[in-house]
């Protein structure tokens, strides 16, 4: 299997990145300048905090980490400088990177699992001290399923429509240059006219975003952009909301683009499973089925393997793109895998008679009121249908609705809730905020909302 930081096979001369000022690298290019990089490091099994940006410093710096063994900690530049001294307090890194500058931070002598090369956050807590733990053949084994099921190419240019230090964003950088694709480089957002014209510039094939950004886009009306070059259009961070999963999919049809649904965690390296877009209508909601390479089953509450269709139970994944486990402080950066390739994902879910997996929602997303388990995912997804941007969440016998909608419907919002759940609308409280929490991602960000729900 080849390997996606490795840049000296062949194809030199083939277009690697292409940046925002329409200037674009090939792949020998971007092996030299690893390379150098590799030299300016000077070091091998230094822990290393790298600032990650979309751009071609950052690429450089993470590949030069790779190549040479320095476990790298990925965090998004624009992480608060609160948060970024705890991370170095916590982890004493011995450099950190950032663009150009390379900065000696500490001596310390780090002890590592050899495995060890890639550390993320998790995608709902880019500041927290609770890392994944990734090696090379889980990113290098989730990039070539990736390439698998969507069939990459060199000939694919994709975008990057979300940060790198996310492993949704990482995973298209590492399958891509693991088929000696491009990638536009751009920090623009998806309402700037800037991103549209880099699209139209480069003849970008693909499109992803997670589901905040489809309904974004959604609201402006995709038919407002020139995506004549785009194949396909590719979805992950969440379940995507029924308004926004319909209007795509017929968009799409019309346009004969394919649109994958997908899911994952960054605990996973970021990619599980997929739905084949033949099956986008027939099997709507669906999580699909796995990446080629890894395999699913449910267990029930006592760790029992569930055979039956429909039945529901927790999702647990098996492959080689799982974690090594969770670092929490220094002395986890030297602990044996934990996970030994197989991962409960927290997530409850069931599979049909022709085994496509669905999910109804997260194991610790739950309240009890007066008794009734409530299932806030459920709730989450029968009001997105109001278009009042409303998030459940809650403690036991008291559930909270927060929205940012500036003049919200609230005995609707409670009708809509007793007429799925019958829960008392007097047990219903609606609380209007400037803005909902969310990370970098654009995910919701719920240990926010819950610090809020306990303030």
């Known amino acids: 299997m080849n390997q996606f930081w490795d840049l000296s096979s062949t194809g030199a001369n083939m277009p690697a990145l292409h940046l925002s000022n329409k200037e674009t690298i090939s792949y020998g290019d971007l092996a030299k300048e690893v390379g150098l990089r590799v030299e300016e490091i000077n070091s091998e099994k230094d822990l290393i905090l790298l600032k990650a940006g979309n751009n071609l410093e950052f690429i450089k710096s993470y590949l030069a980490c790779l190549y040479s063994n320095n476990p790298a900690i990925l965090i998004d530049e624009s992480l608060e400088e609160s948060q970024l001294k705890s991370l170095m307090e916590i982890y004493k890194p011995n450099k950190i990177i950032h663009g150009k500058e390379i900065i000696k931070y500490s001596s310390y002598e780090h002890t590592f699992n050899d495995d060890l090369s890639i550390l993320l956050s998790t995608s709902g807590s880019t500041g927290s001290p609770k890392l994944v733990k990734l090696s090379k053949e889980n990113l290098n084994h989730n990039a070539n399923a990736i390439s698998q099921y969507l069939s990459l190419s060199e000939t694919e240019v994709a975008i990057t429509s979300m940060p790198l230090s996310y492993s949704y964003g990482l995973s298209i950088l590492n399958s891509h240059l693991l088929k000696k694709a491009s990638i536009v480089l751009t920090n623009d957002s998806i309402i700037s006219r800037d991103f549209w014209d880099l699209i139209k510039f480069f003849r970008v094939s693909s499109f992803s ?25 590719t979805q992950a961070g969440g379940k995507l909301d029924l308004d926004t999963y319909e209007y795509f999919s017929k968009k799409t049809k019309e346009m004969q683009k394919d649109f994958f649904i997908m899911y994952g965690q960054t605990e996973a390296t970021a990619r599980i499973s997929y739905l084949d877009p033949s099956k986008i209508d027939e099997k709507k909601g669906s999580i699909g089925k796995p990446i080629p390479g ?18 529901t139970g927790q999702i647990i994944y098996s492959g080689k793109n799982v974690m090594l486990g969770y670092a929490n402080n220094i002395s986890d950066l030297s602990s044996p895998n934990t996970q030994k390739y197989s991962l409960r994902t927290g997530d409850m879910g069931y599979f049909d008679e022709e085994g496509y997996f669905y999910i109804v929602g997260r194991k610790k997303r739950f309240l009890k009121i007066y008794g009734l388990r409530v299932n806030l995912d459920q709730i989450d997804l029968t009001l997105s249908k109001l278009n009042m941007n409303l998030i459940a969440s809650g403690t036991d016998d008291n559930l ?48 926010k909302l819950k610090e809020k729900t306990n303030e």
């Open 209 to 233: 975003g997670v589901p905040y950004i489809y309904q974004i886009l959604k609201k402006m009306n995709i038919d407002r952009f020139d995506i004549s070059s785009i194949n396909y259009f």
């Open 294 to 311: 890894g395999s699913l089953k449910l267990i029930d509450s006592e760790g029992n393997e569930i055979t039956d269709n429909h039945i």
């Open 400 to 447: 909270i609705i927060y929205t940012d909608y500036k003049d919200p419907d609230i005995s609707k919002i409670k009708e809509e809730i007793f007429k799925k759940f019958k829960i008392n609308p007097n047990t219903i409280t609606v609380e209007v905020l400037k803005n909902i929490p969310r990370s970098l991602n654009g995910k919701v960000n719920y240990q």
